[in-house]
């Protein structure tokens, strides 16, 4: 009979992946009082998410068991990360949470505040996945120029609810980054984009597609835009904007596109008013659709012209 042996440094390399799987759980903890040599259990929770991420099965998930300070961390796969009320991420440097998951990974990410002290990063980044969820998150202070409280750079479908994100330069940009033809969608709802440079950017380039709604939602007292749409270098935008206050702000609402490009904000039961430069701005192709139910008031003169959109 022919013996197989199997090599010791094989299978050595096997039982290490054997016990890795199974080390990985459904649902791990952390703790502002845990640590990070803990099993991430409920009674003996770890430190960090990136312990308690990287003892997560796919598809699991890491909460906080209490409202500590913690590190920034990344996510790799399919996981649910969820905080209680006051639990936050301090940014000194880098990213506050980088997302790089599989191309049918889930990740949501659900009650934390991203808070900047320093860093010249951003808040929340997606770079690539299946589906994003963000709910009932804050992003505050990623001030400096370019710098976005949300970044979304990677093609998917993103969902955000019930989140703020304040005093930073984009509230929130979705800015696909790769030049290869890409299609994106965006849900929002009940966000306040408020207080920053630009509350809301939406831009494309060539053979990218964006569509997007935001509803029941403020981009107000931004600096420069409530919201900003730019079919930069061609591509195509269409996003509708539904019950939002766009209010005291450089420019209410901004649709621009080359001649390349296709950028159109479709609104309904808005209201842009009290903004000093313009209540809005259409440049080159864009092109703004009301449906005439909208309150226009006490803005700065207006650049272009709305398109009536006839009610369905």
């Known amino acids: 009979m022919k013996v197989i042996r199997l090599a010791p440094a094989a299978f050595l390399f096997a039982m290490v992946l054997a016990a890795i799987s199974l080390a990985q759980s459904p649902r791990t903890f952390v703790s502002g009082q845990g640590k990070d040599k803990n099993p991430c259990s409920q009674t003996s929770p770890c430190r ?7 003892q997560t099965a796919a598809g699991g998930a890491v909460i906080a ?3 500590g300070s913690y590190a920034p961390f990344a996510i790799n796969k399919a996981v649910t990360v969820e905080a209680p009320g006051g639990a936050a991420i301090t940014v000194a440097s880098g990213d506050g949470i980088d997302v790089s998951a599989g191309v049918s990974d ?12 320093g860093s010249s990063g951003n808040g929340i980044v997606f770079k690539g996945g299946g589906t994003l969820h963000i709910e009932r998150c804050v992003a505050n202070g990623f001030a400096g120029f370019g710098m976005s409280g949300i970044s979304i750079t990677g093609p998917a479908n993103i969902f955000v609810k019930d989140t703020i994100a304040r005093n930073n330069y984009n509230g929130l940009a979705m800015n696909i980054a790769t030049g290869a033809p890409a299609t994106a969608a965006i849900t929002m709802d009940q966000l306040h984009l408020d207080a920053n440079r630009i509350g809301l950017f939406v831009q494309t380039q060539t053979g990218q597609t964006v569509t997007g709604t935001i509803g029941n939602s403020s981009a107000s007292g931004n600096s420069d835009a409530g919201i900003l749409v730019n079919a930069n270098a061609g591509g195509s935008i269409s996003l509708n904007v539904e019950s939002c206050l766009l209010t005291n702000t450089g420019i209410g609402l901004i649709a621009e596109s080359s001649t390349a490009g296709s950028a159109a904000a479709y609104i309904s039961f808005c209201s842009i008013a009290h903004n000093a430069v313009n209540g809005f701005e259409i440049g080159g192709q864009g092109a703004i659709f009301s449906r005439g139910n909208n309150t226009l008031i006490d803005n700065g003169q207006n650049v272009g012209s709305l398109t009536a959109l006839v009610a369905q």
């Open 48 to 54: 960090t998410f990136t312990q308690a991420i990287a």
């Open 65 to 67: 068991l209490d409202s």
């Open 106 to 117: 889930i990740v949501i990410i659900r009650g934390l505040t991203v808070n900047n002290q």
